[in-house]
């Protein structure tokens, strides 16, 4: 059973900067989608960015419009971990951030729907 384990979520002014990880466990990746969602309350959950993976190929990255230039995926496939690095953070981005993996596909899915795996999530505040 793969577990999913995020952290570094907490509070920070706005134009701040935070790093979220996601350490996966209970099964070793040579290919899958691993993705980064939020939820604000009262909102649905929606796509932060998402990153595909494989021993033979590139990565290739999504990003949702709202974090592009300002939010980068990535991940380190010896530690099974995927971080999101989040600069010039804004009030609007606070939600709860959740780490989800799935099947390796070429282009990274972006609904929810398509991973089968989830974290507890994290909360993420920026004040303004």
């Known amino acids: 059973q793969v577990q999913l384990v995020e952290s570094g979520g907490g509070l920070v002014q706005a134009g701040g900067s935070l790093r979220l990880s996601c350490a996966a466990s209970?099964?070793?990746?040579?290919?899958?989608?691993m993705g980064w969602f939020r939820q604000a309350p009262g909102k649905e959950r929606e796509i932060v960015a998402t990153?595909?993976?494989?021993?033979?190929?590139?990565?290739?990255?999504y990003y949702a419009d709202s974090v592009k230039g300002r939010f980068t995926i990535s991940n380190n496939n010896a530690l099974n971990t995927v971080y999101l690095q989040m600069n010039s953070l804004k009030p609007e981005d606070t939600a709860v951030y959740y780490c989800?993996?799935?099947?390796?596909?070429?282009?990274?899915?972006?609904?929810?729907?398509?991973?089968?795996?989830w974290g507890q999530g994290t909360q993420v505040t920026v004040s303004s």
């Open positions: 989800a993996a799935g099947e390796f596909r070429v282009t990274p899915p972006q609904t929810p729907a398509a991973y089968d795996y």
């Open positions: 990153i595909a993976w494989n021993i033979w190929r590139p990565s290739v990255t």
């Open positions: 209970g099964r070793t990746f040579s290919s899958v989608t």
